[in-house]
């Protein structure tokens, strides 16, 4: 007998009204779906090329603050990458310094490159945190863009590193 | 009480009632998915349709700018198609006469309004390029954006996946 009351008073438990959880979710997820990102976009920042600003003023303030600059920059050619300052380029004779491997630019190479001059270079100059990239006319879009990223940061043993963030585009003397 | 009688007697009190774990289960999860990627400032910029844009690391947020796409066929500025690409790139020198005129259009009215109402003109503009773009075509916009006053220009990118 008693075993059946309690059987009893299982079966017979009322379910939890689900209703008030249901109309919750009815409203939060149409909600959410609406605001929800699928697509990160993300942006980067740009200064004037230097071609349109040496034509202005840029060459007054250029002559001006005419202190010891690294002036570093980056050429990209179908080959690889062209790495190059005020004073040198480092290549020899006509070689890229970072060639094109198995028909991929050495992005990593780049940012390691870029790192020891960066630690070469410290307290020297003043414009550690510029770099001019220069690009081959038939050079696609998504390899700028690559090349921006591997000179903005670099991580070393786990850490991000910054490089080069100001970048400053630039075209190929023809 | 026989066993098949007690069974018989179960179903008929559930029988009102659907099962709804199941679906709570789903709308659980749904819920924490949309929550992760939820956004506060929804989107800003909407990429158009024919174009990929490149993928780079970058972790800045878009801001709100004049829009210029490029695609591989078409130059537009706020949706309206201006020049075509390929004509674009085989101009001599780095401006392009069509870009410019509809830029500098956009710059006088934001000069405008700065001086009626006081709302300041930044110049900003947004780049949205095809990934395959040659960047001789990039460059020419570029140059032309910030002939006509647009100096603070942005490339739209998406972020790559962590």
């Not at chain 1, 779906?33 to 303030?61: H, K, Q, W, Y």
């Amino acid at each position: 007998m008693r075993t059946s009351r309690k059987h009893r008073y299982v079966f017979d438990l009322d379910p939890i009204n689900m209703t008030p959880m249901m109309n919750l979710m009815v409203v939060l997820i149409p909600l959410l779906l609406t605001s929800a990102e699928f697509v990160r976009l993300g942006i980067i920042e740009l200064n004037l090329p230097p071609a349109i600003s040496a034509t202005g003023m840029g060459a007054a303030d250029e002559a001006r603050s005419n202190a010891r600059k690294l002036d570093l920059a980056v050429t990209i050619t179908d080959r690889g990458f062209f790495i190059s300052s005020s004073m040198a380029v480092l290549a020899n004779e006509g070689e890229p310094t970072l060639p094109v491997l198995n028909g991929v630019h050495d992005y990593n190479g780049l940012s390691r490159k870029l790192w020891e001059i960066k630690q070469q270079a410290r307290d020297l100059y003043p414009d550690l945190e510029q770099i001019i990239i220069l690009a081959e006319p038939e050079i696609d879009y998504q390899t700028v863009v690559s090349t921006m990223d591997a000179a903005r940061t670099i991580e070393i043993e786990g850490k991000t590193e910054i490089l080069f963030p100001e970048v400053f585009l630039s075209a190929t003397v023809r | 009480m026989s066993l098949r009688g007690r069974i018989r007697r179960r179903h008929a009190s559930d029988a009102v009632m659907p099962q709804l774990t199941s679906m709570m289960d789903m709308f659980t999860i749904l819920l924490v998915f949309l929550l992760k990627n939820f956004s506060t400032h929804g989107q800003l910029i909407s990429p158009s349709q024919d174009i990929t844009l490149p993928v780079s690391a970058v972790q800045q947020a878009p801001e709100i700018g004049l829009d210029v796409v490029v695609s591989r066929d078409w130059i537009l500025v706020n949706g309206k198609p201006v020049a075509r690409t390929p004509e674009a790139e085989k101009l001599e020198g780095f401006i392009i006469p069509n870009l410019r005129s509809e830029l500098q259009k956009y710059a006088n009215e934001g000069r405008n309004l700065e001086e009626k109402y006081g709302k300041k003109f930044s110049g900003k503009v947004t780049i949205q390029g095809d990934k395959r773009l040659a960047y001789r075509a990039l460059i020419k916009v570029m140059a032309t954006c910030g002939q006509a006053n647009f100096p603070n220009m942005r490339l739209v990118v998406y972020q790559k996946e962590e």
